[in-house]
């Protein structure tokens, strides 16, 4: 069965009239990878030890395996950590978080800008947080 996107699955889902139907016909539409297996995916796609991620994405290298192996989930602010880290893409941010059930980065909260800048024009994560922190921001570390 063909993959549908997001808005057909929500369209349909409005037009439903039973939840158990709807639930059943699109049980393999459910993404229902862990954390650890998308970021995994994403670090294959990536040309990065995981010691120069760790390094990058300010975290233990013991902390970093305990994410990829599954055994840890990583908080938004890590998330964005490893996404700088990664080098990833604002798309690739953005799907990361989406599939990891966390909020999106959002332009409009001053926080959030500062942070999707970072990423758009490939700033580094320390020179990031120093401006969240001259800007008054909570910092990602």
């Known amino acids: 069965m063909d ?3 997001t808005d057909d699955l929500q369209q349909e ?3 439903s009239s039973n939840l158990n139907r709807f639930l059943s016909e699109n049980q ?3 993404s229902n990878e862990s954390v650890a297996e998308i970021l995994n995916d994403l670090f294959k796609k990536k040309n990065i030890s ?3 991620l760790a390094k990058q994405a300010g975290m233990s290298e013991i902390y970093l395996h305990q994410i990829f192996a599954g055994r840890r989930n990583p908080s938004r602010n890590r998330l964005l950590c490893l996404c700088y880290g990664l ?3 604002i798309d690739e941010t953005q799907e990361l978080l989406k599939l990891c059930g966390l909020a999106q980065l959002y332009p409009r909260l001053k926080r959030d800008a500062i942070i999707y800048y970072g990423l758009a024009h490939q700033v580094s994560l320390f020179e990031i947080n ?3 922190f001259a800007e ?3 910092t990602l570390l």
């Open 130 to 132: 120093d401006k969240l």
């Open 3 to 5: 993959k549908k996107n």
């Open 50 to 52: 995981k010691a120069q």
């Open 28 to 30: 393999t539409q459910f």
């Open 87 to 89: 080098g990833a893409s």
């Open 13 to 15: 889902l409005m037009e």
């Open 136 to 138: 008054d921001e909570e």
